[in-house]
C-alpha cells in the first residue's frame, strides 16, 4: 500500500485497505436465524492510490468497492472486489491517481480528460434482477452479483439521457418499479434535474427535465403513493468557484430550503414548489406518505447546517455537532391549501441513515430504525467516515408515540447503516443486520456482522459473525433475498 497523507480521510477506521478477498466459513457466535438466507451488499468507498492534490472532500472519492457478506443455512462468508469503473482502471494503468478533488474535472490531470469520474461508491442497488452500484455524479455501474465481476456503465439499453444518476432510488412495493432522478443532468453547478421511471423488468419508460430553483446537493428524494418528491437544501455548487480550481459543495446559511412535489405519473410542469427554513441540511429522508386529508407527511433526518466539515469549511463555518440542531423531522405540506409553507413537527432524535421496512416505501408507516449517538457516552466515540465521527446506538422509533427501543454498543464501538431483512412470520418485524466495528488500538480495529430483530433492538444481537480483515467504513447498503438472487440466476 502506498503512502497516504495523515489526514482525518486517511487514519484510523478512514484508513485505506485496497484488498480483494473471499473468505468462507466465516466463525458465528449464536445462531443466524433461517429467514435471513441471502446477501448483505455493501458499497465502500476504499482510494487505491493517494491523492497528488489536497482534497478536503477525499472521504467521498475513494473507489467503489462492493462487498458481500453471504448468509444462508447457519452460515456466513464475505467477498470483496474493485468496481473496475473507467476511472479505477485509468488508474490502474497510470499506476498512479490521475484525478483531483471530489467532483471537479478542473484539478485533473491531462491524462484524465474525457474519462468518466464517478467511483460508482455509494449505495448498491437491485433491481429486476440487476445488481447497480450508484454515485450521484454519473451513471451506475453493472455488476454479477455472484462473481462480483463489474459488467460496465448502465443506461438502461441507450434509453437513458441524464448524465448522473441518483444513489437513493425509491422502489414502489406494489408495482415494482423504480423511481430516480439525477441532478446537475446536463453538467457541472447546472439547475437540471432528470427524473425518471424505471418498470419492474428494468426498462426506462420515461425521463423528464426541470430546473431546480439552484444547484443543490439532492442527494435523496422520496415518493408517496401519488407523488415525487425533490428537496432542494442550500448546499450549493459554482462553476467559477470549480474552474479556480475549488471545492464543489459550499454551503449558504441564509438561502431557503425548497419540496418540489408534482404527481409521480405526472409531468413537470405540475411540479408544485413548498418553501422551507434557511440554512438546513438533510443526505436522508426515512419516508414519505399521504394521511387521510390528501396532506403529505414527509420525514427526514434534518439539522440546521450541512454536517459536513468539509463543507463547512469551504463556507467559513465551524458549528460543532451540539449545535446544528439535528432531528427526526416531518415535514407537512398541504397539497389541499395555497399556501407554500411548510409545517415542522420533531418526532425522533438527532441521527442519520434511517431505515424502514421495504413494503412500507412511500405509505403510511409506525415505525423505523435510525442510527444515533448515546447519549449516556461511557468513553470517546469512534473516529471514522465523511462526518469524523461514527454512531454508536441502534434506535427503534415508534411513530404512534409509543417509547423508543435502543441498541447502545459497549465503549469503543461502532455501528454502520442497517439493511432489513422481512419476516414471514405474522407480526414479526423481521431483522436488521449491520456491520459492527470495535477499535483495539490507535490503528487495531475488530469487525463483526450483526444479525438484530428488528422489533427487539434492545435485546441485542441474536448472532454475530467475525470477518478476518480490516474493513473500511461502507457508505450504503442492500439486501438482496436467496430467492431473489436464484430467480435472477
Not at 181 to 187: I, L
Not at 291 to 304: V, W
Not at 354 to 380: F, S
Request: aromatic content about 10%; glycine content about 10%.
Amino acid at each position: 500500500m502506498a503512502e497516504f497523507p495523515g489526514t482525518p480521510d486517511y487514519f484510523g477506521l478512514n484508513k485505506p485497505i485496497g484488498r480483494e478477498y473471499d473468505h468462507t466459513d466465516l466463525e458465528v457466535e449464536g445462531k443466524i436465524p433461517a429467514e435471513v438466507a441471502g446477501t448483505f451488499f455493501r458499497a465502500v468507498p476504499d482510494p487505491a492510490y493517494p491523492p497528488f492534490i489536497e482534497d478536503g472532500a477525499a472521504s467521498l472519492s475513494g473507489d467503489g468497492m462492493i462487498s458481500a457478506i453471504r448468509l444462508g443455512d447457519g452460515k456466513a462468508a464475505i467477498s470483496m472486489r474493485y468496481v473496475q469503473t473507467e476511472r479505477h482502471k485509468a488508474e490502474d494503468a497510470a499506476g498512479e491517481a490521475i484525478f483531483g478533488k471530489y467532483r471537479n474535472p478542473y484539478t485533473d490531470k491531462p491524462e484524465a480528460k474525457g474519462l468518466d469520474r464517478t467511483v460508482a461508491n455509494t449505495t448498491p442497488i437491485w433491481h429486476a434482477g440487476r445488481l447497480l452500484l450508484a454515485k450521484e455524479d454519473g451513471r451506475p455501474y453493472r455488476v454479477d452479483p455472484n462473481t462480483l465481476e463489474t459488467i460496465g456503465s448502465h443506461d438502461f439499453g441507450g434509453k437513458l439521457k441524464s448524465e448522473t444518476v441518483t444513489a437513493h432510488a425509491r422502489i414502489d412495493p406494489e408495482t415494482g418499479e423504480m423511481f430516480m432522478f439525477g441532478y446537475e443532468a446536463d453538467g457541472l453547478a447546472s439547475t437540471k434535474v432528470a427524473y425518471f421511471i424505471v418498470d419492474k423488468d428494468g426498462e426506462l419508460t420515461r425521463e423528464q427535465w426541470f430546473d431546480a430553483p439552484y444547484c443543490a446537493m439532492m442527494h435523496d428524494f422520496t415518493i408517496t403513493e401519488n407523488h415525487a418528491l425533490f428537496p432542494i437544501y442550500p448546499t450549493t455548487s459554482d462553476l467559477d468557484r470549480l474552474k479556480a480550481g475549488g471545492d464543489h459543495w459550499g454551503h449558504e446559511m441564509e438561502l431557503e430550503s425548497w419540496v418540489g412535489v408534482m404527481p409521480r405519473y405526472g409531468d413537470v410542469s405540475e411540479m408544485r414548489w413548498f418553501k422551507g427554513p434557511k440554512g438546513v441540511s438533510c443526505y436522508h429522508m426515512m419516508n414519505a406518505h399521504e394521511d387521510a386529508d390528501g396532506r403529505i407527511l414527509f420525514d427526514q433526518c434534518l439539522s440546521n447546517v450541512n454536517a459536513f466539515p468539509f463543507v463547512q469549511r469551504v463556507s467559513g463555518l465551524n458549528i460543532p455537532p451540539w449545535e446544528m440542531g439535528g432531528r427526526l423531522a416531518r415535514w407537512t405540506l398541504d397539497m389541499n391549501s395555497d399556501s407554500n409553507e411548510i409545517v415542522e413537527t420533531s418526532i425522533g432524535p438527532s441521527g442519520d441513515f434511517p431505515v424502514i421496512a421495504a413494503d412500507r416505501q412511500g405509505r403510511d408507516y409506525d415505525h423505523g430504525w435510525i442510527l444515533t449517538m448515546n447519549p449516556e457516552m461511557l468513553g470517546p466515540p469512534v473516529f471514522g467516515g465523511p462526518v469524523g465521527v461514527m454512531f454508536n446506538m441502534l434506535m427503534r422509533i415508534d411513530l404512534n408515540g409509543g417509547p423508543p427501543q435502543a441498541m447502545p454498543l459497549p465503549p469503543a464501538h461502532c455501528i454502520e447503516e442497517p439493511v432489513h431483512v422481512p419476516s414471514t412470520q405474522n407480526g414479526h418485524e423481521g431483522w436488521l443486520v449491520a456491520v459492527v466495528d470495535e477499535q483495539t488500538g490507535p490503528e487495531d480495529f475488530k469487525h463483526q456482522c450483526w444479525i438484530i430483530e428488528a422489533g427487539n433492538v434492545g435485546a441485542g444481537p441474536v448472532a454475530k459473525i467475525s470477518i478476518p480483515e480490516r474493513l473500511r467504513p461502507q457508505i450504503h447498503g442492500w439486501w438482496v433475498s436467496q430467492a431473489k438472487l436464484d430467480a435472477a440466476a
